[in-house]
């Protein structure tokens, strides 16, 4: 790759740095799979699509951020899936089975290092001359893999990004026609589990007659009708038989021996009829022990499941609720469960459902001992208990364990479990349960929210996350870009969660995510733009929540601090929203969970009009489409937009309902790019702004007219290299001392590489005005100034930097200098700085320096850029001076007085506006 640029006349071309690639046997799993069907590299998927044997090419060049950050993937990469006649690679024969040309007849000790490590791998004599072929690469059968063959793997780093590889094998060797489940390449877990016993390579050897075919049909066509489907990997580190178990527990299943030693799946299942139950009482029991029923004070009553998504290949949740029980208890009382073999969300629910009805049932449960009649039942069998003296009548239980242990006495014992499809048939004496299905059908959510998301959410929930390719850095956002984030109130207790469908306006819909329902309340008064505590109905779930978490109020967001008897503490107006008032019954949405959880899968691009449905889940499968309310939002590029400025000030009080004297509205800057780690409160001080960034201020008097208009000018001043990301000190200037570039010690910011600067070392930059556009005639009218901000940290030991900025006239002299206070960072902790300087008449240009002035260790700097800005807001703040208002309203004070400010940058104003309204004491109409 290289640069170039004008100057002196001529052109100039640079390497700025340099494609990798490799050669690798990429070894995944046992053989034979069927297919290799989703390639990702650093979380982005590289390559999608369905391979047998053979070549694939990838095609991403831009997958990690193009030549400007970490390359991409770009080159041929060969599938072997392992079959019993797959031949030898033609790329591994070439490379680790053959010996250069220019090497060929030279002894071992002539040649270079890695082809003589290859020669005597082989065991070629260090004193015989090299031969063409050193002998044939295996063909490794048995093992599936990649061969990659030498594509380009990065740009810039050497670094080469953590490969995921998605397979897909099927076991088809039994009931092919009941193998898959689904669309989605889920397996049959009957056949999981047959082939589990019968391999006699990995598995435990069992041979066909040893296994009963009518039971393991059974249970996978029972499977296949429930879309019981499963994904699951073996790694080896536990045994065969462990690994069945789980498979067991996932589907609610038991394997056991039948009375000739074969194999069953008995699956648990309401597949009988309670009345047609043998019934087995005091004629045919000895005795029954250790009756117990769980009591009410521990039952769970909210069930959180975990599985694995199968888009992003992480663990995502959805959560069961029993409300009844939730009541009867008096509290709620969590129960977390892991079923990482499950890919469907729908599946999942159910599942969670299942298992949640399991406890709430509280199922009785004792030891049933008896003689020759018993000998019959073993573990999954279901049988009707009598036994008065309990004062059960009759209660159909399962076997859940059999001891046939005592030869001479034929004494068999039974651990049973009331059976949860039969417990409200169960008779106690003359009491008939009155217990109904718990589980509610799907239904709409009552309520939704559609939010396009700013910038601040973009990086925490969309940025890190593999589905989104698109976005090789965050702040790469395409400025038309933008995603929606899809809320829902759940609509009943047990609904676990929600699908989320979606389409640009006259399209079709399409599958487009998953989400959790939002815990959400309404204001019982109304709150004004100071408020600090909101007055709630009282509906939020304090053990969902994560607290501090933020929180979607009308138009506002929130960060939700603390709930309390008077209602919720907040921080008014974070991120890119400002306070503002709010009526009685205003909702407050707060998201539950974090990540891509309820945002739209795609992102859309500003103007257009998006529609979006919600289909919430419970036990009883997802809503129908057709039933589910949809709502509609236009989309308006509100990520690329500049936040508003903050701490709102007029004549130096927080929102006033009178002033006297002279009008004067003063702010704090505010940078979208800075703001990125936590929700910054609306009284902070200045952080940024952001380059470029303006301001417009306008001031209405009475009877709403316009009476005066402020527009601010801003000018991004071209830092050469300010984040290192040359990897070099090009653009910079070293004054003294140490200056290097690391990508460790501490790691970067931003990018791959940042400054650090031992103790007394110092750089500069110089940058001229003109060059960068800026209005002199600002400058010499003293209305300009120059803010620089960066981001600073230490290595491992304590050290002591900071920034500094001059204004230099055009023979270079200084006219003003101004620094930051030198700060001790701690160690591997950014933070970001900023620095303002006014600047004088006459400059022509800045000067930017970076030091370190005392400490161990070095102080890193990163991501140092600089604007100018000229206007009559200068130092954030403006004085509507007397005689200019009287001038602006025909020789009066306004009485009535409205102010509005927002920010501008690149043609985009900020997504809300500071506004005031308010009296004058004396003014005149």
Same mark, same amino acid.
């Given at each position: 790759?290289? @640069? ?237 038989? @462990? ?20 194999? !069953? ?56 609720? #029993? ?119 799907? !239904? ?135 306070? !503002? ?71 130096? !009080? ?28 609306? #009284? ?110 230490? #290595? ?130």
């Amino acid at each position: 790759m290289g @640069g170039g640029g004008k100057g002196g006349g001529g052109s100039t071309t640079y390497t700025a740095g340099y494609w990798y690639g490799l050669g690798m046997h990429m070894v995944l799993c046992h053989g034979v799979i069927d297919a290799v069907t989703r390639i990702i590299v650093g979380e982005r998927v590289a390559w999608q699509g369905r391979s047998g044997a053979g070549r694939v090419h990838i095609d991403a060049p831009d997958l990690l951020g193009g030549e400007e950050r970490e390359g991409g993937v770009v080159g041929d990469v060969d599938v072997a899936t392992g079959t019993a006649d797959q031949p030898p690679n033609d790329y591994l024969q070439a490379w680790c089975g053959t010996v250069p040309a220019d090497c060929v007849g030279k002894p071992p000790a002539e040649v270079p290092e890695a082809v003589r490590a290859l020669a005597r791998a082989w065991g070629a004599s260090d004193s015989q001359p090299l031969p063409a072929t050193l002998g044939p690469v295996p063909a490794f059968r048995g093992v599936a893999a990649l061969i990659l063959r030498a594509p380009w793997l990065s740009a810039m780093s050497s670094y080469i990004k953590p490969w995921w590889v998605e397979v897909e094998r099927i076991p088809r060797g039994w009931y092919a026609a009941r193998a898959a489940i689904g669309q989605h390449g889920d397996a049959n877990p009957a056949h999981i589990i047959r082939e589990c016993l019968t391999d006699r390579v990995w598995g435990r050897g069992f041979w066909p007659e040893q296994i009963d075919d009518a039971s393991f049909t059974a249970a996978a066509d029972a499977l296949t009708a429930e879309g019981f489907g499963l994904s699951c990997l073996w790694d080896g580190n536990g045994s065969v038989a @462990g690994f069945v178990d789980e498979v067991l527990r996932h589907i609610d299943a038991t394997l056991r021996e039948d009375a000739s030693g074969r194999q !069953q799946l008995v699956l648990v299942r309401d597949d009988y009829d309670p009345d047609t139950l043998p019934e087995y009482g005091p004629e045919t029991i000895e005795s029954v022990t250790d009756f117990s029923r769980p009591a009410w004070g521990g039952v769970p009553t909210r069930a959180t499941l975990s599985y694995t998504e199968r888009e992003l290949g992480k663990t995502a949740t959805v959560t069961a609720h #029993d409300i009844a029980a939730e009541a009867m208890q008096g509290r709620g009382e969590p129960m977390d469960l892991s079923f990482p073999f499950i890919t469907d969300p729908e599946l999942a629910a159910r599942v969670a459902s299942r298992e949640l009805r399991q406890a709430v049932s509280m199922l009785a449960q004792a030891t049933v001992t008896g003689g020759e009649a018993l000998a019959t039942l073993r573990q999954g069998d279901v049988f009707a208990l009598r036994w008065p003296l309990l004062g059960v009548e009759r209660m159909v239980v399962r076997v859940v364990e059999s001891t046939h242990g005592r030869l001479r006495s034929g004494e068999v014992r039974l651990r049973v479990v009331q059976d949860v499809f039969a417990a409200t048939s169960a008779v106690y004496g003359a009491q008939v349960s009155g217990w109904a299905d718990p589980v509610s059908p799907p !239904q709409a959510a009552p309520e939704r929210l559609l939010v396009e998301l700013p910038y601040y959410e973009i990086v925490r929930r969309v940025a890190s996350e593999q589905w989104l390719a698109v976005l090789a850095k965050a702040e790469e956002l395409d400025p038309e870009a933008g995603y929606l984030l899809a809320l829902a109130r759940r609509p009943t207790g047990d609904a676990t969660g929600y699908a989320i469908e979606a389409r640009a306006a006259g399209m079709e819909f399409e599958a487009a995510g998953h989400g959790t329902f939002a815990e959400t309340d309404s204001l019982t008064e109304a709150v004004g733009v100071v408020d600090a505590v909101l007055p709630l109905a009282g509906a939020l779930d304090a053990d969902a929540l994560d607290l501090p978490c933020l929180a979607y109020l009308d138009g506002e967001i929130v960060e939700l601090l603390e709930l309390t008897a008077e209602g919720a503490r907040v921080h008014r107006g974070v991120i890119d929203t400002v306070p !503002q008032p709010h009526e009685p019954g205003a909702r407050l949405w707060v998201p539950v969970a974090d990540g891509g959880d309820g945002v739209v899968s795609r992102e859309w691009t500003a103007g257009e009009e998006i529609e979006a449905r919600c289909l919430p889940l419970t036990g009883h499968g997802r809503l129908d489409a057709a039933s589910a309310p949809v709502d509609a939002l236009a989309m308006n590029a509100r990520a690329a937009r500049p936040l508003p400025p903050g701490r709102l000030r007029i004549c130096d !009080q927080a929102h006033p309902a009178t002033i006297t004297g002279e009008l004067t509205v003063s702010w704090a800057h505010r940078d979208r790019m800075q703001q990125t780690a936590t929700p910054v409160p609306q #009284d902070a001080g200045d952080i940024g702004p952001e380059p470029g960034t303006r301001y417009v201020l306008e001031i209405h008097g009475d009877g709403g007219a316009l009476r005066r208009r402020v527009e601010g000018e801003a000018w991004a001043l071209p830092v050469v290299n300010g984040n290192a990301e040359a990897g070099n000190l090009s653009g910079w200037s070293v004054d003294a001392g140490a200056v290097e570039v690391r990508s460790a010690n501490p790691a970067p910011a931003e990018g791959d590489a940042c400054f650090a600067l031992a103790a007394g070392a110092a750089m500069h930059q110089d940058v001229e005005l003109a060059g960068a556009g800026v209005r002199l005639a600002a400058v010499d009218a003293g209305l300009a100034e120059v803010g620089v901000a960066w981001r600073q940290a230490a #290595d491992d030991g304590a050290s002591a930097g900071t920034v500094a900025v001059a204004a230099l006239a055009a023979d270079g002299s200084e006219l003003a200098q101004l620094a930051a206070a030198a700060v001790s960072v701690p160690a591997g902790t950014w933070q970001p700085r900023t620095l303002t300087l006014a600047l004088p008449a006459g400059t022509r240009r800045v000067r930017v320096c970076v030091r370190c002035d005392s400490g161990a260790g070095a102080s890193a700097f990163d991501g140092v850029q600089a604007q100018a800005a000229a206007s009559a807001m200068l130092g954030n703040r403006y004085t509507y001076a007397e005689a200019v208002e009287r001038a602006d309203s025909g020789g009066t004070l306004n009485a009535e007085l409205h102010v509005t400010l927002w920010s501008e940058r690149d043609g985009y104003d900020s997504w809300q506006r500071q506004q005031w309204t308010g009296r004058r004491e004396g003014g005149t109409t």
